[in-house]
Nanobody
Framework: QVQLVESGGGLVQAGGCLTL?????????????LGWFRQAPGKEREFVEA????????EYADSVKGRFLISRDNAKDMVYLQMNSLKVEDTAVYYC????????????WGQGTQVTVSS
């Protein structure tokens, strides 16, 4: 089992920055994938970024490419989402999730953290 806890959400003005943190506990494997997702009011949840616990492989949604950066601290079992040049449309609840390397789906999810970007 894996537990994921997000933190770092809040209110920020457009153009500002915010860094989200995901703390993972439980059993993880180097090839597992950590992903960030978000869900805005009235919209479906969408993929933001993902990375493996080890290695340099990352994936980005086009909407955040060049603005958001995913990173991790394996020693602390932490994954970060650095968000720069925030836009009003980035407003959403952000979720951290983990997908086992042998699975197609993300099976473990955090409770989410709210990010609100004001104009």
């Amino acid at each position: 089992q894996v537990q994921l806890v997000e933190s770092g959400g809040g209110l920020v003005q457009a153009g500002g920055c915010l860094t989200l943190t995901c703390a993972a506990s439980g059993t993880t494997f180097g090839s597992d994938i950590l992903g960030w997702f978000r869900q805005a009011p009235g919209k479906e949840r969408e993929f933001v970024e993902a990375t493996r616990w080890t290695g340099s492989s990352t994936e980005y949604a086009d909407s955040v490419k060049g603005r958001f950066l995913i990173s991790r601290d394996n020693a602390k079992d932490m994954v970060y989402l650095q968000m720069n040049s925030l836009k009003v449309e980035d407003t959403a609840v952000y979720y951290c999730a983990l997908k086992r390397y042998y699975r197609d789906e993300y099976d473990y999810w955090g409770q989410g953290t709210q990010v609100t970007v004001s104009s």
